[in-house]
C-alpha cells in the first residue's frame, strides 16, 4: 500500500508535468516548396494537409541572405529606408505580437523565420488583430508563369477586411515596379518563437553526493531448488517506481540572454519534460538480481527491499531551442548546471524462513520412491504428496529402541555383577582380620 501511495503522488506529478501540449493543428516544414512544383491544377490533399490547418515553412539559408539584402541593403531607393514593415510571431501556432523590419536587419535574421499562406493567416489571425492601425507587412510573392519570386509587403487594411478580390495587392519591395494579386501565390513573413529549451549531450561530473532515505517493499519473490543436490540458486524480481528530477534553474540560466522558458531534459534515451520549475518524472523499470546457496529439494521466500536516496549531481549540456513539432535549434553551451534525482538504489533481498514442508525430517524417516516429486498447483516443490498423511513406524524406529532396550540391560547387568562381588569381598576381609586376634597355643 505505502508502494503504491508512492508512485501515485509521483505519478499526479507527472500528469502535471505532462500538461503542455502542442498545438494539433500547427504544422513546421523544414523543406521549402520548389517554384517548379507549384501549379495551379488541383492537387489531393494528403491526411497531413487535413490535420494542418497552419503550416508554416522555414526559410533557408540562401532565402534569409536575400532577405537581409532586400530589407537592409542600399539599393538606391530613398522610400526603403523609411519604410518599416512588420511581421507575426507565433509561439505554438498562437499570435503572439509582431515585429518590425529593423529587428531583423539588427540581428541578421538570427531568429527562425518561416512563410504562411496568406489565406492561413487570414483565417487564423485576422481576427485578432486591430483594423484602425496602419501598418503594413513583408511578404512574398510567386508567380508560377514566370517562375520568378519576390519580396513585396502588403497593406494591413487587406488582412483585417479579409479583401479577396483585385483590390489586394502585394507591392514589390525594390523600387515598387510589379505588383502580384491573391490568384498568385503569397506567403506571409513570421517568426516562430522557442516553446521550450532542450537540453542535449549531457555530461555529468565524476563526483556525486548522495543522501541516503527510506527502505520500501519492491516486490516478493520465491527461490526453489528441486535438484536433488545442494547448490547456489539465482533468481531476478521485476520492479518500477517513478524517478524524481528536480533540476537547479538558476543554474541553468547561467545567461540573461535565456528566456525563462521551460525545460526538455534528455534523459534515459528518451526526452523528459520539466515544468517551469525544472522538476519532472520518469516511470522506470528496473531487475533486481539474488541468490543464496540451497539445500537439496527445498524453496525460500524473498522479499526485497530499495532505499530511496536523492543523488545531487553536477552537469554540462548543450542548450537547444526547440519550436515544437520536432524543430530544434542549437543555441549555446552550459556548464555548472545543478540538478538532484530521487530514485531506488542499494536494492536487497531478505530471506524468509522455508516453510515446514521443506524440513528435512521428511526424508529422514522415509525411503525415497521414484515418481514422488512432483509440483502442487501452487507452484511449491514438495518431495510427498501429503506430509501429513498418517505414517506406519519404520525400521528405524524400532532399530532406536530395541538398541536403548539392549543398553539400559548391559547396565543393569554390570551394576548386578559389581554388588555381588563387593558384597564377596567385604566377607572376606571380616574373616580374615577375626583370626588375627587368637592367641597362639602353649
Keep these: 500500500m505505502f508502494k503504491l501511495l508512492i508512485i501515485g503522488c509521483l505519478t499526479f506529478l507527472v500528469s502535471l508535468v505532462g500538461a503542455f501540449e502542442e498545438h494539433p493543428h500547427f504544422c513546421i516544414e523544414t523543406e521549402p516548396l520548389l517554384l517548379s512544383e507549384i501549379d495551379r491544377h488541383v492537387v489531393m490533399p494528403s491526411e497531413k494537409d487535413l490535420q494542418c490547418h497552419i503550416k508554416a515553412t522555414t526559410l533557408t539559408q540562401k532565402e534569409k541572405a536575400a532577405l537581409v539584402d532586400t530589407l537592409c541593403a542600399d539599393h538606391g531607393s530613398t522610400t526603403i529606408k523609411r519604410d518599416n514593415h512588420h511581421f507575426l510571431r507565433l509561439h505554438n501556432g498562437e499570435l503572439n505580437g509582431r515585429g518590425v523590419q529593423s529587428e ?55 488582412l483585417v477586411n479579409a479583401v479577396s478580390d483585385n483590390l489586394f495587392t502585394c507591392v514589390v519591395m525594390i523600387f515598387g515596379d510589379n505588383f502580384y494579386g491573391l490568384e498568385d501565390n503569397i506567403n506571409v513573413l513570421v517568426e516562430l518563437q522557442p516553446l521550450m529549451y532542450q537540453l542535449r549531450n549531457i555530461t555529468y561530473l565524476p563526483w556525486r553526493n548522495v543522501s541516503n532515505s527510506y527502505k520500501m517493499h519492491l516486490g516478493d519473490s520465491v527461490l526453489r531448488n528441486p535438484s536433488g543436490e545442494r547448490k547456489p540458486i539465482y533468481g531476478s524480481l521485476n520492479y518500477e517506481f517513478v524517478e524524481k528530477i528536480l533540476v537547479n534553474m538558476t543554474s541553468v540560466y547561467q545567461d540573461k540572454k ?38 537439496p529439494r527445498s524453496e525460500v521466500k524473498v522479499q526485497v527491499i530499495g532505499q530511496w536516496v536523492d543523488q545531487h549531481r553536477e552537469f554540462g549540456a548543450d542548450i537547444y531551442e526547440y519550436y ?3 524543430l530544434r535549434r542549437y543555441s549555446q553551451p552550459m556548464t555548472g548546471g545543478r540538478l538532484t534525482f530521487v530514485r531506488i538504489d542499494n536494492t536487497e533481498p531478505v530471506f524468509m524462513a522455508p516453510e515446514s514442508s521443506n524440513l528435512a525430517k521428511a526424508s ?7 515418481g514422488k516429486l512432483k509440483e502442487d498447483p501452487s507452484g511449491n516443490f514438495t518431495e510427498w504428496e501429503n ?13 532406536v529402541v530395541t538398541s536403548l532396550f539392549l543398553a539400559l540391560l548391559v547396565i543393569l547387568g554390570i551394576y548386578l555383577v559389581v554388588r555381588t562381588q563387593s558384597r564377596r569381598t567385604k566377607q572376606r576381609h571380616v574373616y580374615e582380620v577375626a583370626n588375627t586376634n587368637v592367641s597362639p597355643t602353649a
Design 104 to 158: 531583423v536587419c539588427a540581428n541578421g535574421a538570427d531568429s527562425v523565420l518561416a512563410w504562411v499562406p496568406y489565406h492561413m493567416v487570414l483565417k487564423n489571425y485576422a481576427a485578432e488583430l486591430n483594423p484602425k492601425e496602419r501598418l503594413t507587412y513583408i511578404a512574398k510573392a510567386t508567380n508560377v508563369e514566370r517562375e520568378k519570386t519576390e519580396l513585396c509587403h502588403f497593406r494591413h487594411t487587406d
Design 258 to 295: 535565456l528566456a525563462k522558458l521551460p525545460l526538455l531534459l534528455e534523459h534515459r534515451s528518451s526526452v523528459l519534460e520539466l515544468n517551469s520549475d525544472g522538476v519532472g518524472g520518469m516511470e522506470v523499470a528496473e531487475k533486481a538480481y539474488f541468490g543464496r546457496s540451497m539445500d
Design 324 to 326: 515544437g513539432h520536432g
Design 364 to 370: 529422514l524417516f522415509h525411503e525415497q520412491k521414484a
Design 387 to 399: 506430509v501429513q498423511e498418517d505414517e506406519e513406524p519404520g525400521f528405524y524406529c524400532w532399530f
